[in-house]
């Protein structure tokens, strides 16, 4: 008999005792306290990676040093161990002259096969546990975030020379009625207005509230006695009395201040709801990020400013033309905002351009070159080149809602403009375009198409026969855009944080999507714990 022969004979005659000591290498993991307390710390790290919602150079590093350490654990351990095994079992089936010879060696490779193959199973089910359980701590995590954040915006915004007015609740309510009292006294007759303003600013001294105190100071110093009387009879009920007249006194540069403050929780916020809602994930505002970034990249190459050259840097992007990227993250979260309420089945399709052919041409150049020819400007915008023609847009569409009608065809549900500069009525005249291509594509014209745009002077697809547009008088037509400015949807932040996150995007780049993988120890050598297998 070769060496192979006995070798697969050594196989066969050990292959019943296999579950065994897998079973058997489970039993002595699970009893060892330094296994246990490994695999304890590794889960509480994975956890914790999980749990950030935005990773940071360190727990990158972590993740990327556990991983490559835990491999290479495995490496050696498993796959140098198994192949030191394999070796011995053929050396010692070399020599064997029986079967029992033969079974001693099998059962031999059988005990650190069984150790591997608890480690393959721990590495299955932890993986497992990684993909079921990993998006669900990190979803809990992002919320953590967002609400931490919330909550720093809710305390900045307390503050006096915030700018955003603090409601009055429980004894603020009281503050004027008490200053009234106390300056009427035991008299009949109904005290001055600067009689009631002085009780006021004892009221508010006693209070702890010197500030305030000295606010009235100078609210009254400004306005004269009635004035600032009329003017805090009509702040009552709605807003604190004491942050009113606290602001009031506030020097300009410290109202600045605050106001920085408020800003800066204002694009936390937003950041963490970026990530809470993967907008960070979102194809159309990474592609406009790396677009941004490259032509960042040509204007500090231009000006000759330097890579270590930070304030040169920051310079730049702050100088930057961020016009279309506040506009690329409004319609990012305007997309997910449509995605959430959609129907089952229905999806959302962005960046649709409705163009006419342009007869005659078939290059922006050539047609530039026939109209300056003509003694016309040849303007070039909304022109784009796709499929051996040239194209003139009609105009885009943000979002567009869809869902399959018959023949499986997308018929459209609702159309949707976002605008963070624009008016509410440019987005309803942009929606009455898209109608109106569209109705012309309806009846059959073939000059009017329906493209994906990827670019800024670049079409895509051309996904006009996707669609199933005979029942257009069915579709919605809904526009959004800054709090306060009449749109029938609202974005959930204002321009002035939209346009600082934007910044700070271009700057930082969008937070990372990522998801570190989960691992387990290998058992290693366990021959303490199971006799020696070698």
Request: glycine share 10%; hydrophobic share 40%; charged share 25%.
């Amino acid at each position: 008999m070769t060496t192979d022969m006995k070798v697969s004979m050594a196989l066969k005659l050990s292959w019943q005792s296999w579950p065994g000591e897998v079973a058997d290498a489970a039993k002595n993991a699970f009893s060892d306290p330094g296994f246990l307390i490994s695999l304890v710390l590794i889960i509480a790290v994975y956890v914790g990676l999980w749990l950030t919602p935005e990773p940071t150079m360190v727990t990158k590093v972590a993740a990327g040093v556990l991983t490559v350490v835990l491999l290479a654990q495995f490496a050696w351990e498993d796959i140098y161990g198994l192949a030191k095994a394999w070796m011995a079992l053929q050396d010692d089936c070399r020599g064997a002259n029986s079967v029992s010879t033969l079974q001693a060696a099998g059962d031999k490779f059988a005990k650190k096969g069984g150790q591997v193959g608890f480690d393959i199973l721990m590495a299955i089910a932890m993986w497992g546990l990684g993909k079921a359980g990993g998006p669900k701590v990190a979803k809990l995590g992002a919320q953590r975030a967002t609400a931490r954040a919330t909550a720093e915006v809710s305390s900045a915004e307390a503050k006096p020379g915030s700018g955003v007015p603090v409601r009055a609740t429980g004894e603020a309510l009281k503050v004027m009625d008490q200053a009234t009292t106390r300056a009427q006294g035991t008299g009949t007759t109904a005290p001055t207005e600067a009689a009631v303003l002085d009780a006021l600013s004892e009221v508010l001294t006693e209070g702890g509230k010197p500030e305030a105190a000295k606010g009235l100071k100078d609210f009254r110093a400004k306005l004269g006695d009635a004035n600032a009387k009329r003017a805090l009879d009509s702040e009552l009920g709605n807003n604190d009395l004491a942050s009113f007249l606290t602001e009031k006194g506030m020097t300009p540069q410290a109202k600045a201040e605050v106001r920085t403050q408020v800003e800066a929780a204002r694009v936390k916020l937003a950041r963490a709801k970026l990530i809470e809602l993967k907008i960070n994930e979102d194809p159309h505002l990474r592609a406009r990020i790396k677009m941004d970034l490259a032509e960042l990249a040509k204007q500090l190459t231009d000006g000759k400013i330097a890579a270590t050259d930070e304030a040169g840097f920051h310079k730049t992007a702050q100088g930057y033309n961020i016009t279309e990227l506040v506009g690329e993250i409004g319609e990012a979260l305007a997309r997910e905002n449509l995605r959430s309420g959609a129907a089952p089945g229905q999806i959302v399709l962005s960046n649709m351009e409705i163009v006419r052919e342009v007869p005659g041409h078939k290059t922006i150049s050539a047609w530039k070159a026939a109209e300056q020819a003509a003694g016309r400007p040849g303007d070039v915008g909304g022109l784009y080149e796709a499929g051996g023609k040239l194209w003139k847009s009609i105009t885009e569409v943000d979002n567009m809602v869809v869902e399959q009608g018959a023949g499986g065809k997308l018929r459209i549900v609702d159309l949707e403009q976002t605008k963070v500069g624009g008016t509410h009525a440019a987005a309803v005249a942009q929606n009455a375009k898209a109608m109106a291509g569209l109705g012309e594509i309806a009846m059959g014209k073939t000059d009017v198409q329906i493209f994906d745009r990827v670019g800024k002077n670049k079409l895509g697809a051309q996904r006009t026969g996707e669609f199933d547009l005979s029942n257009l008088t069915s579709t919605g037509q809904h526009t959004r855009g800054l709090p306060g400015t009449g749109f029938d949807r609202k974005l959930p932040f204002d321009k002035t944080t939209l346009e600082d996150l934007a910044r700070q995007l271009l700057m930082e780049g969008l937070p990372d999507v990522w998801q570190p993988p989960p691992a387990v120890p290998p058992t290693g050598d366990r021959s303490h714990n199971r006799g020696d297998q070698r």
